[in-house]
């Protein structure tokens, strides 16, 4: 890796993107912007940043500002940072980078990194991209990021609480294997730019194990959030906790029987994870929460948890928006991996089979389509072509 300041395009200028640009650009990389409905203004104005860990920053600019491909011809860059949302079933992440890449100069191949949602994203981007004839990046640097912030104003400002934390990792995770030196190298250098902007970040040999663990928040907690369409605190009241807390623990248990089905053991995932992220929210609470071992014992929460009452988790805000979410990344892709290794995952087939006409719509939307035009389409009733389980034999 070059000694000079690293060279990042960020893909995706929404909440995460801005923070992460701002973070980058902090830690003395030289940073481009890739902008789209809110390109003027950014251009324009900058961007305020409104955060709890980071301070207040009127009108952040990065280095430059684009909004098409053709704004990066020629260019170099180290790293090619994506943190627009994964709609994997609107259009395939490949085709989001790969204008971006064939634009650049290819003289250095640079790294992909992923900072999604989502189990299972890298593969498609690896297998097009990067494991090929004719490669456009290096390798992929996979990242998982605890954060909450969120775009408001039209663009014009972000706002973030104190929860900030990145792991990120080479893909294919090598576990014990080594990383070829110039990898490795890559990624303690966007590590070190990253931690000297305030990041706390990390890196590891198994970023599998990290996106599954956050996975079991999503699947739970922010799946009853997004299907209750009520901010997470609205679930965790002592009025609803009684039908809440089962229903979240049994979709990790679900996630947790993938997971190990598909090679993450204990020591990989380990089961207590599952109290842990379900106490995670649980601080949240406004109720008194009795525990049943000591009747005089109350649970300990607290004011200040790490994520505000209000807080709505990102599916659940594009989902009241309209906008195509995160679907197959968080929900789809579990399902799809227990179905093929004959795991059964009732829960997380209703949280995707309740989700996924409204998905539907809102890409026909999207693509400037009628919902109407796709009724004519074949449905083919053999129950090993379902996604969820337990589908019909019609004969």
Same mark, same amino acid.
């Given at each position: 890796?070059?000694?000079?300041?690293?060279?990042?395009?960020?893909?995706?200028?929404?909440?995460?993107?801005?923070?992460?640009?701002?973070?980058?650009?902090?830690?003395?990389?030289?940073?481009?912007?890739?902008?789209?409905?809110?390109?003027?203004?950014?251009?324009?104005?900058?961007?305020?940043?409104?955060?709890?860990?980071?301070?207040?920053?009127?009108?952040?600019?990065?280095?430059?500002?684009?909004?098409?491909?053709?704004?990066?011809?020629?260019?170099?860059?180290?790293?090619?940072?994506?943190?627009?949302?994964?709609?994997?079933?609107?259009?395939?992440?490949?085709?989001?980078?790969?204008?971006?890449?064939?634009?650049?100069?290819?003289?250095?191949?640079?790294?992909?990194?992923?900072?999604?949602?989502?189990?299972?994203?890298?593969?498609?981007?690896?297998?097009?991209?990067?494991?090929?004839?004719?490669?456009?990046?290096?390798?992929?640097? =996979?990242?998982?990021?605890?954060?909450?912030?969120?775009?408001?104003?039209?663009? =014009?400002?972000?706002?973030?609480?104190?929860?900030?934390?990145?792991?990120?990792?080479?893909?294919?995770?090598?576990?014990?294997?080594?990383?070829?030196?110039?990898?490795?190298?890559?990624?303690?250098?966007?590590?070190?730019?990253?931690?000297?902007?305030?990041?706390?970040?990390? /890196?590891?040999? /198994?970023?599998?194990?990290?996106?599954?663990?956050?996975?079991?928040?999503?699947?739970?907690?922010?799946?009853?959030?997004?299907?209750?369409?009520?901010?997470?605190? /609205?679930?965790?009241?002592?009025?609803?906790?009684?039908?809440?807390?089962?229903?979240?623990?049994?979709?990790?248990?679900?996630?947790?029987?993938?997971?190990?089905?598909?090679?993450?053991?204990?020591?990989?995932?380990?089961?207590?994870?599952?109290? /842990?992220?379900?106490?995670?929210?649980?601080?949240?609470?406004?109720?008194?929460?009795?525990? =049943?071992?000591?009747?005089?014992?109350?649970?300990?929460?607290?004011?200040?948890?790490?994520? &505000?009452?209000?807080?709505?988790?990102?599916?659940?805000?594009?989902?009241?928006?309209?906008? &195509?979410?995160?679907?197959?990344?968080?929900?789809?892709?579990?399902?799809?991996?227990?179905?093929?290794?004959?795991?059964?995952?009732?829960?997380?087939?209703?949280?995707?089979?309740?989700?996924?006409?409204?998905?539907?719509?809102?890409?026909?939307?999207?693509?400037?389509?009628?919902?109407?035009?796709?009724?004519?389409?074949?449905?083919?009733?053999?129950?090993?072509?379902?996604?969820?389980?337990?589908?019909?034999?019609?004969?």
């Amino acid at each position: 890796m070059t000694t000079s300041a690293p060279r990042a395009l960020v893909l995706g200028f929404g909440g995460v993107g801005v923070l992460y640009a701002y973070i980058l650009h902090r830690g003395g990389a030289h940073v481009t912007a890739v902008c789209r409905s809110n390109y003027d203004m950014v251009r324009q104005n900058g961007i305020d940043i409104i955060s709890g860990k980071f301070g207040n920053h009127k009108q952040y600019r990065p280095d430059h500002v684009v909004h098409s491909p053709d704004q990066v011809k020629g260019l170099q860059f180290d790293y090619i940072v994506c943190t627009y949302k994964c709609v994997s079933d609107m259009q395939p992440s490949s085709d989001v980078i790969y204008p971006y890449l064939e634009k650049m100069d290819r003289v250095k191949l640079p790294y992909i990194v992923l900072i999604q949602n989502g189990v299972d994203i890298e593969k498609g981007v690896y297998d097009t991209l990067v494991n090929t004839n004719n490669p456009l990046a290096r390798a992929i640097i =996979s990242g998982v990021t605890w954060v909450a912030t969120t775009l408001l104003g039209g663009g =014009s400002r972000i706002e973030h609480g104190t929860l900030e934390r990145l792991c990120l990792g080479l893909y294919p995770a090598p576990l014990q294997a080594q990383v070829p030196n110039a990898i490795a190298d890559a990624i303690t250098l966007l590590t070190s730019t990253m931690r000297q902007g305030g990041s706390s970040v990390e /890196d590891t040999n /198994d970023i599998a194990s990290f996106r599954w663990n956050k996975t079991l928040w999503n699947t739970s907690w922010g799946a009853l959030s997004t299907l209750a369409r009520a901010p997470l605190r /609205d679930i965790l009241t002592a009025e609803a906790l009684p039908y809440t807390s089962g229903v979240v623990r049994g979709l990790m248990l679900e996630v947790l029987a993938v997971a190990r089905a598909v090679g993450l053991n204990e020591h990989r995932l380990p089961a207590k994870l599952l109290d /842990d992220t379900y106490r995670l929210a649980l601080i949240g609470t406004p109720a008194k929460v009795r525990l =049943s071992r000591n009747p005089d014992t109350f649970f300990d929460t607290k004011e200040d948890a790490f994520l &505000p009452g209000y807080f709505k988790p990102s599916i659940l805000v594009d989902l009241e928006h309209g906008r &195509p979410m995160e679907l197959d990344p968080i929900f789809g892709n579990i399902v799809k991996l227990g179905r093929k290794h004959n795991v059964d995952t009732p829960r997380l087939d209703m949280v995707l089979a309740s989700l996924k006409p409204t998905q539907l719509r809102f890409i026909c939307n999207a693509r400037g389509e009628q919902a109407e035009t796709q009724q004519s389409n074949i449905y083919d009733a053999l129950p090993s072509l379902n996604v969820t389980g337990n589908a019909p034999i019609l004969s």
